[in-house]
Structure formats: C-alpha cells, structure tokens
C-alpha cells in the first residue's frame, strides 16, 4: 500500500457575519446563553446568490494551488455535505465542471458533520492501492439555507462555509497511519430534515409544518457527541499503534465547546494541541474539519512530523477519526 497524505488545503468563508447580537433581534436568545452553552460568538451566512457549488470552487482552488496540482491532473472530486446545490446532479460534477477537472470521477458523499472524514476516508483507499494518484475532497455547507430562523434551539449553532484538502502520494510513514469510521443509524431521527426526500416529498403540508429545516435533539446529540469523540479518536490511536500522549494536534468537529472541553479533558490535552474556530464560524457541518485544518496550516501551527488526529461526529449518526502524520515542510 501507497503511504497517502495531505499535499495541500484550501478554506473560504462567505464575507456576511452574523453576531450573536444580531440573532437577539431574531429570536428570543441572548449572547450570553449562546456562548456559555455552546462558545459560538459569529457565524458566516453565505450570499444570497451563492451555493455550495461556489463555497467548493473556491475552496479547492486554494487547495489546488498549495498542493501544485492542476485541475486535469485530479482523478475524483468528492464532495461532502448536506446542503448540495440541488438533488442531483451531484454538487462535485458542477464543481469538476467549473474547476476543469476533466478527467475526474465525481460524487456527493453524504455523512453529515462526518462527511469530511469519510470523504478522505474514501479518496486515500483509491489512491493507497495506486488506482488513482490526486483526490479532492471538499467539506461544504451552506447550513443558513436550512435552519429554521425562527428555532432558537438551532438556528444559533450553524453557518456556512467550504473546507478542501487535496490528497495524493506522500513519503513512505508519512500521510495517514489509521481510520476509524462507524455509524448508528437507530439515531436517525435525532438530527435530521425530514421532508423533501423519498418517504415526505415538498407539498404545502410539509412546507407548513417546517419540515424542510433542522430538526435536532440537543441533549440527546450532545451526550452522543461527547461519547464518540473520545472513543472515535481513542480507536484511531490504537490502529495506529500510538496513545493520547502521541497527539501533537487534535482538530476536532467544531459543534459545541463543552464538547470538544470533554474530548480534550479524557484525552489529557492542553489547550494549545486543540484546534478551535467555532466561536468564529459556528458548526459548519462537514466544512468545520477542513477549515480548521486549512486555518492551523495557514498559520504556520503545524510542522513535518507532527502527529494529528482529525475526528468528527453528526447526524446518522455517524462517527469517524483519523490519525495522520504530517507530511508537508
Ligand atoms: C443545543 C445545545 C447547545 C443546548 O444546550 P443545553 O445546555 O443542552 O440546553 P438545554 O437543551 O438543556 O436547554 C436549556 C434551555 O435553554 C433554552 N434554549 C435553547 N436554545 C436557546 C437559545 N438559543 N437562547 C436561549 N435559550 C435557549 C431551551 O429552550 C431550554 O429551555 P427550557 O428548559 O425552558 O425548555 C446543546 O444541547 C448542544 O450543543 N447539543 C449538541 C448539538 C450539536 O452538536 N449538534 C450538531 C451535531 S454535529
């Protein structure tokens, strides 16, 4: 098996903020309640003419250019989220179009806030048994469109953003050393959007009973969250034949404070070793991995040699971490 890493990442945020205060004139909240519950204090709300389509594009041409890879030399584009630009066509085929990335497969892979860390779950196999060399993954949400703005119990946690990485052959004992990825689907209905699929298709009834928003068990999730992140980022370790005290840099999915504090507390990590942006975006969804990552590498965190564990959890449920040694100068 061919070592696979990182060879370069790549974020964008839409230019709109949206500030707890602002949300104060929106629903009956505070901001104090929200960043003692949760840490958020803003978050990005894309443009009403942009779609994740265009939060992806430009995203990975960051990526693109900080790995030195053309668009025509990729081999696939997976695209993570759950917010796609429309059913189908899949959002990675618009944005394989946009990007010129002729040569590329193209698909939507959909794990909610774990999507980033299936995703390049998924491209590394291809690339590992030389069956492709460059794969693009991208995390995007554009959350704003589907949050009900009126729910003070969720439209106070999410926003909008695009995280890639580009991911191809690295050093031999480089890139990443483990996987760990695992779902229950017995917790489906914890976070979901139920209508406008297959089982409740769009009608007026569905639209006016709001069930084309964010539907989520805060508790429920939060106790979830809290139990699979340590487990999730343990088993990773343990795949890869290193402990707690190996982790140089811990990105976790960024949803609530309190629940990367715990993670961060079980696992014995300073502060310093935690990735943390949420208080700035709020919970991207499957962007909050890959934007974190990109933001750490653009300042200078992160070094050849060190040792990350990248781990996410969200709706599915679903799970999964990943420990990978830097590869990049
Ligand atoms: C949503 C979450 C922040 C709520 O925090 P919490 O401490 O569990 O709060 P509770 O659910 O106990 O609610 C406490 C009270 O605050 C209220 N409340 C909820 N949202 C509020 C808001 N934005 N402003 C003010 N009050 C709010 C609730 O209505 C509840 O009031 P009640 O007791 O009168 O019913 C927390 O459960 C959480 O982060 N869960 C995980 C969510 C998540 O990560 N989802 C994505 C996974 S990828």
Redesign the pocket.
Known sequence: MRSVGILGTGSYLPEKVLTNAD?EKM????DE??VS??GIRERRIAAPEEASSDLSVKAAEKALKKAGIRAEELDMIIVTTVTPDMNFPATACLVQDRLGAKKAATFDLSA??TGFIYGISTGAQFIATGVYKYVLVIGVECLSRIVDWTD??????FGDGAGAAVLGPVEEGYGFLSFELGGDGSGGNL?NLPAGGSRLPASEKTIRERLHYVH?S??E??KF?VRVMGNATEEALAKAGLSKEDIDFLVP?Q??I??IDSAVKRLGLTEDKVVVNLDRYG?M?SASIPVALDEAVERGLIKKGDTMVLCG???GLTWGATVLKWALD
């Open positions: 949300l629903v009956d909240t505070n309640w929200i519950r949760t909610a806030c003070r119990n969720t439209c106070v946690l976070l989520m805060g508790r999730v939060f969250a999915h949803a609530n309190r629940i919970n969804s959890f969200g709706g």
